[in-house]
């Protein structure tokens, strides 16, 4: 079975500046896809970036950029020019290329943006 | 709006009891997961469903189970609640029909369960 960890609980960064949370994960496949999804105080879950394994390029969206090591299995996420509403929980996801879709959840990063 | 709709968004109930959860997926959507959060947790998997059909089972107790109708919506029957059961159940929906460009999920609001 996949497992997924976030092993930085807190973070805070002041605004406008840079901040990366870390993601590893385990799994025996070559094919995989990543997320990582922001859980603001809303309690919503909204989709950030993602990336397939077979891409060797990494993704990013807008201030949101990622670090994909496909051979240390490493997916940590870099946030640029950190805005006050970045204030989030952040998880990390994996999700299998093969018959089972579910995703595989870390237990998350509590991001802080300081003014 | 995310286009999956989660209802009721908050329920309080007492222990021993019976509730049922609704999901509607986005428009198009075929899959329906469910996840259970904790607090201060991340997503557990519960269960899939896919065009009707049960397709992945999590961590899914026996007092819980789903389905998806003809029309899509699904339901996760949560009975003989404990105090444990309190958590944000969410539900999301994908296509995978659609290939490997699509493997993207929509996640609704989630609904607040307190068991009392």
């Known amino acids: 079975a996949q497992t997924v960890t976030q092993s930085q609980p807190e973070m805070s960064v002041q605004e406008a500046e840079t901040v990366t949370l870390s993601c590893t994960y385990d799994t025996s496949e070559n094919n995989y896809y990543l997320f990582w999804y922001k859980q603001p105080p809303s309690r919503q879950m909204i989709l950030v970036i993602r990336?397939?394994?077979?891409?060797?390029q990494n993704a990013t969206e807008n201030r949101f950029s990622v670090n994909f090591q496909k051979a240390a299995k490493s997916f940590s996420l870099k946030i640029s020019d950190s805005q006050l509403g970045d204030t989030a929980m952040y998880f990390c996801?994996?999700?299998?290329?093969?018959?089972?879709?579910?995703?595989?959840f870390g237990s998350g990063t509590q991001l802080t943006v300081l003014p | 709006d995310s286009g999956v709709t989660q209802t009721p968004k908050h329920l309080i109930t007492a222990t021993g009891q019976r509730v049922t959860l609704r999901c509607s997926p986005r428009s198009g959507d075929l899959s329906v997961y469910w996840y259970q959060q904790s607090l201060d947790q991340g997503l557990q998997f519960l269960i899939q469903y896919y065009n009707g059909e049960e397709r992945a089972k999590g961590n899914i107790l026996e007092r819980f189970s789903a389905q998806q109708f003809p029309d899509l919506h699904s339901e996760l029957n949560l009975s003989s609640l404990e105090l444990g059961d309190s958590a944000l159940y969410f539900c999301?929906?994908?296509?995978?029909?659609?290939?490997?460009?699509?493997?993207?999920?929509?996640f609704g609001s989630g609904t607040r369960l307190t068991v009392v």
């Open positions: 996801a994996f999700r299998s290329s093969g018959s089972a879709r579910q995703l595989t």
């Open positions: 990336q397939e394994a077979y891409k060797q």
């Open positions: 999301a929906s994908s296509d995978p029909g659609q290939g490997a460009s699509n493997y993207g999920y929509t």
